[in-house]
């Protein structure tokens, strides 16, 4: 069975540009979370999907946002992206709210 | 609000010897436990969950860990380590939140570094 997938692996954006990271979970699991993890640190929250519906937001600016689609695959957006974003994207799935989660090997993003 | 505290940034042990890696909480409700394992350049693998039930929880690769209410811990162990066991381990929490959101906060990790 496939695992949680992310796209791309790795990008180098200039500061102020977009980027879109994209996430398909394990089939059959409805949520989707999205953790930024800088280098030496423990995973930060972002967002956190289920059945298409948003259901927690961490402490990032409106500059984040994120999707869920009818198949249940996620986007994270960045805008107008700054050098501290750079990091470690994490998308994780779970078949339950309260289970564990299955995660991504993650999008490393570069902002120069 | 819920928040972890990993004691140990780094655990230097000898292959074949047993480690205790740290992780203690704070929430004002009942908890969900976990430790995750990060191996270089990739995401995070569930080792074990602790959701009800047995204090004592069996993980993979060796590992269990112990519920301690009392203490707001959830300790790490393995009785004999392998040179592969060499990465990253996160303790996590989560709680029933608003609305049942169940998000886990993550500690800042401890990095266990098995010598041969």
């Known amino acids: 069975d496939a695992g949680v997938t992310q796209s791309p692996t790795h990008l180098i954006k200039t500061r102020g540009q977009h980027v879109t990271l994209r996430c398909s979970p394990i089939s059959g699991h409805k949520s989707v979370s999205w953790y930024q993890q800088v280098l030496g640190q423990g995973p930060q929250f972002i967002f956190q999907y289920y059945e298409k519906e948003e259901r927690g937001r961490g402490n990032f600016p409106d500059r984040f946002s994120a999707r869920q689609f009818p198949n249940y695959s996620s986007e994270l957006n960045v805008n107008a992206l700054l050098l501290g974003d750079s990091a470690l994207y994490l998308c994780?799935?779970?078949?339950?709210?309260?289970?564990?989660?299955?995660f991504g090997s993650g999008t490393r993003l570069t902002v120069v | 609000a819920q928040s972890v505290t990993q004691l140990d940034s780094q655990v230097p042990v000898f292959e074949e010897a047993p480690v205790e890696l740290r992780c203690n909480y704070s929430?004002?409700?009942?908890?969900?436990l976990f430790w995750y394992v990060q191996y270089p350049n990739q995401g995070l693998q569930l080792l074990l969950k602790y959701l009800s039930g047995s204090t004592l929880v069996k993980g993979i690769n060796g590992f269990e860990a112990e519920f301690n209410k009392s203490q707001t811990s959830f300790h790490l162990r393995k009785p004999s380590v392998h040179i592969s066991d060499t990465a990253e381990y996160f303790c996590?929490?989560?709680?029933?939140?608003?609305?049942?959101?169940?998000?886990?906060?993550f500690g800042r990790g401890t990095s266990l570094i098995v010598h041969p």
């Open positions: 929430s004002s409700v009942s908890v969900y």
């Open positions: 994780a799935s779970s078949a339950e709210l309260m289970g564990g989660y299955t």
């Open positions: 996590a929490v989560s709680d029933g939140g608003s609305g049942g959101s169940y998000i886990p906060t």
